[in-house]
């Protein structure tokens, strides 16, 4: 996309099944962004070099994903100011639990915002994002009121199907 505002960048193109969610929210609002493939253990220059470029290239939020030692979002978050949203990936034996710590137990001074692992966590980073650039995006920010007004919507109208499905089995 042209004149990205977030990025999302993945440890590994494995990633991508996890991470595409976060793309597709992002689109779904609007929201222009980047994707990048690139490792803090494999490509660790290149790594750097995108960190410390991101806010002079108009970046104002990334999305980070990896998995097994995930390292990546630390890495990003001490080479810029921007906000770094992390998402643990559930691809080792472990099912993301050695992804969740080493993004979330960051030292004192580095922040990482850290989401649920997987595909859950992906489309939160993406709505987390939202959210802060909704801060000062009235238009943004409308949309997000929208789709919460949608979402509580669907809400309702499921706990409507659940009466319906409670009411039959109690009449069996």
Same mark, same amino acid.
């Given at each position: 996309?042209?004149?990205?505002?977030?990025?999302?960048?993945?440890?590994?193109?494995?990633?991508?099944?996890?991470?595409?969610?976060?793309?597709?929210?992002?689109?779904?609002f609007g929201v222009p962004f980047e994707v990048v493939v690139t490792s803090a253990h494999r490509t660790p220059?290149?790594?750097?070099?995108?960190?410390?470029?991101?806010?002079?290239?108009?970046?104002?939020?990334? @999305?980070?994903?990896?998995? =097994? !030692?995930?390292?990546? *979002? $630390?890495?990003?978050? %001490?080479?810029?100011?921007?906000?770094?949203?992390?998402?643990?990936?559930?691809?080792?034996?472990?099912?993301?639990?050695?992804?969740?710590?080493?993004?979330?137990?960051?030292?004192?001074? @580095?922040?990482?915002?850290? =989401? !649920?692992?997987?595909? *859950? $966590?992906?489309?939160? %980073?993406?709505?987390?994002?939202?959210?802060?650039?909704?801060?000062?995006?009235?238009?943004?920010?409308?949309?997000?009121?929208?789709?919460?007004?949608?979402?509580?919507?669907?809400?309702?109208?499921?706990?409507?199907?659940?009466?319906?499905k409670l009411e039959k089995f109690l009449n069996e």
């Amino acid at each position: 996309m042209s004149n990205p505002i977030v990025g999302i960048l993945m440890g590994s193109d494995s990633d991508f099944e996890i991470m595409k969610e976060s793309a597709k929210v992002l689109k779904d609002f609007g929201v222009p962004f980047e994707v990048v493939v690139t490792s803090a253990h494999r490509t660790p220059e290149r790594t750097l070099e995108y960190a410390k470029s991101a806010k002079k290239r108009g970046l104002k939020v990334l @999305i980070v994903g990896a998995g =097994m !030692a995930a390292h990546l *979002a $630390g890495v990003i978050a %001490a080479k810029t100011t921007i906000p770094v949203i992390g998402v643990p990936i559930n691809s080792s034996s472990l099912n993301g639990i050695d992804a969740l710590y080493s993004t979330l137990q960051m030292p004192s001074g @580095i922040p990482v915002g850290t =989401m !649920a692992i997987g595909k *859950a $966590g992906a489309k939160n %980073a993406a709505l987390y994002a939202i959210q802060m650039l909704a801060l000062s995006d009235k238009d943004l920010s409308e949309r997000l009121e929208n789709f919460r007004k949608d979402f509580e919507r669907v809400v309702v109208e499921r706990e409507k199907k659940v009466h319906e499905k409670l009411e039959k089995f109690l009449n069996e």
